[in-house]
C-alpha cells in the first residue's frame, strides 16, 4: 500500500526556516508527481508546491513563491519542503500527497506553527 509519512514539522519564529521530509513507499515514486498541502484553521486546504514525475518541473502557491523550495530525491523517494523567511500566514498543517492517473493519497499531516 502506498504510505507518506511525513516529518520536520515544529515551532519556528517569524523570519525562520524549517524542512518537511516525506518518506514515500509502496509505489513507484519516481513516476509519481508529488506536491505539499497545507491548511490553516478555518481554510480550504490548498497547493502550496508541486514537482512533476518526469521533468521535475515545480509549480508554487503566489504566496509562497520565492521562500519555499519543493525538491524530491528519487534515490531516496523523499520529497523535501524547505521553508523560508517563514510568516505567521504559514501556520498550518502541511501535508505530502502523491499523486496519477489511478490514485491521490495522502500523508498524516505535520503541524507549522510560525509564531514569535
Known amino acids: 500500500q502506498v504510505q507518506l509519512v511525513e516529518s520536520g514539522g515544529g515551532l519556528v519564529q517569524p523570519g525562520g526556516s524549517l524542512r518537511l521530509s516525506c518518506v514515500a513507499s509502496?509505489?513507484?515514486?519516481?513516476?509519481?508527481?508529488m506536491s505539499w498541502y497545507r491548511q490553516a484553521p478555518g481554510k480550504e486546504r490548498e497547493l502550496v508546491a508541486q514537482i512533476t514525475s518526469d521533468d521535475r518541473s515545480t509549480t508554487y502557491a503566489t504566496s509562497v513563491k520565492g521562500r519555499f523550495t519543493i525538491s524530491r530525491d528519487n534515490a531516496k523517494n523523499t520529497v523535501y519542503l524547505q521553508m523560508n523567511s517563514l510568516k505567521p500566514e504559514d501556520t498550518a498543517v502541511y501535508y505530502c500527497?502523491?499523486?496519477?492517473?489511478?490514485?491521490?493519497?495522502w500523508g498524516q499531516g505535520t503541524q507549522v506553527t510560525v509564531s514569535s
Open positions: 509502496g509505489f513507484t515514486f519516481s513516476r509519481w508527481t
Open positions: 500527497n502523491a499523486r496519477n492517473f489511478f490514485y491521490n493519497s
